[in-house]
């Protein structure tokens, strides 16, 4: 009886770290926007897989194996030719809809530091004769391990997809407001 309660003891002792060794939970982020634009208008602007490089300031150049057909990739070029490159996969596109959603398939992880990382960016009405764009993601840190360095923590992670999609979301409001 003895021995019974000290394992218990023991096992009660080890559940703080146990419970600490999980590794990464996973991060949700959304944003939205108001766009005085009907959402015919803004779909027009987003609507196509590969229009990102129209609409996203950071995405110089976008290139795509199978245009809005599902598994379709596109290989997204950064800032310049010869930039950083991000290859995503198509998962979902529906026009009737107008939303889209795409997972990464490889990154370099020092522009983002993410992994697992699915996304679904879509068009609404607002009710006013305008629309609403919503953009979330899912996504895991960079750091896989416990104890990540801070450029790939979640706070990493947070930071490097809100600035993508706040740029992103502007620049949509802005050409589709001219």
């Not at 770290?17 to 939205?32: C, D, N, Q, Y």
């Not at 030719?81 to 990464?104: F, H, N, S």
């Amino acid at each position: 009886m003895k021995r019974t309660l000290q394992l218990v003891f023991a096992g009660l002792l080890l559940l703080p770290l146990l419970a600490s060794a999980h590794g990464p939970t996973p991060v949700k982020l959304i944003k939205e926007i108001e766009v005085n634009a009907p959402p015919e208008k803004v779909w027009g602007i987003i609507g196509d897989f590969c229009a990102i490089e129209k609409w996203h300031p950071a995405v110089y150049k976008c290139e795509s194996t199978d245009g809005n057909n599902k598994d379709s990739m596109r290989t997204l070029t950064l800032e310049k030719e010869g930039g950083p490159v991000i290859k995503e996969q198509l998962v979902v596109w529906d026009a009737e809809k107008m939303k889209y959603k795409y997972r990464i398939k490889e990154r370099p992880i020092e522009v983002l530091p993410v992994n697992s990382y699915l996304s679904e960016i879509s068009v609404r009405p607002d009710g006013k004769g305008g629309s609403i764009v919503k953009w979330w993601g899912r996504f895991y840190r960079g750091w896989m391990q416990n104890d990540p360095p801070p450029e790939l923590n979640e706070e990493a992670a947070k930071k490097a997809v809100g600035g993508i999609y706040d740029a992103g979301l502007a620049n949509i409001k802005k050409l589709a407001e001219q």
